[in-house]
């Protein structure tokens, strides 16, 4: 479902983070930062194609060490569920081709909606600062199954 995104899906990449609203929830980075980071041996980019673009994408930071970070997720249409299966996936994905014992990530504050999807995808509160919930799933939690 996921597969590795390359350079050429930079735009594409770049498109979703620049939807409206996202600017508060999902940051946002230019084309050099996304080439630097998509270079990075401790980075993957993973994305839910949808004809010549993306249905949604997914950044990993982090990836050779235990607690990997999920940096970034986002998807083109929200309220379809594609939020849901591109994070699925992920989860799925990183705990099947990497080392990782956990997976961390932080959520803004005012993005409620995507808190209460990470808290029932198994994810915990694991701290907080002044604009982020971190959030953890452990690698146990995620093999347990989910009720939707």
């Known amino acids: 479902m996921l597969v590795p995104l390359s350079a050429d899906d930079i735009p594409e990449v770049m498109r979703i983070e620049r939807l409206p609203g ?19 041996p401790d980075a ?27 940096r970034r997720i986002a998807v083109g249409e929200t309220d379809k569920g594609t939020g849901t299966r591109v994070l699925r996936a992920a989860l ?21 909606r995507a808190r209460h999807i990470y808290l029932r995808e ?15 799933l452990d690698r146990g939690t995620w093999a347990e199954p989910t009720s939707d």
């Open 92 to 112: 799925d994905w990183a705990f099947e081709s990497l080392p990782a014992d956990a997976i961390t990530l932080g959520v803004a504050r005012a993005n409620d």
């Open 122 to 136: 198994g994810f915990l509160d694991d701290g907080e600062d002044e604009v982020h919930f971190n959030m953890r």
């Open 22 to 40: 996202y600017d508060a929830f999902v940051g946002r980075w230019t084309a050099e930062e996304h080439a630097a980071e998509l270079t990075s």
């Open 44 to 70: 993957r980019y993973l994305g839910l194609r949808q004809g010549r673009g993306l249905a949604g994408f997914v950044i990993f930071q982090k990836v050779n060490e235990p607690i990997v970070r999920l």
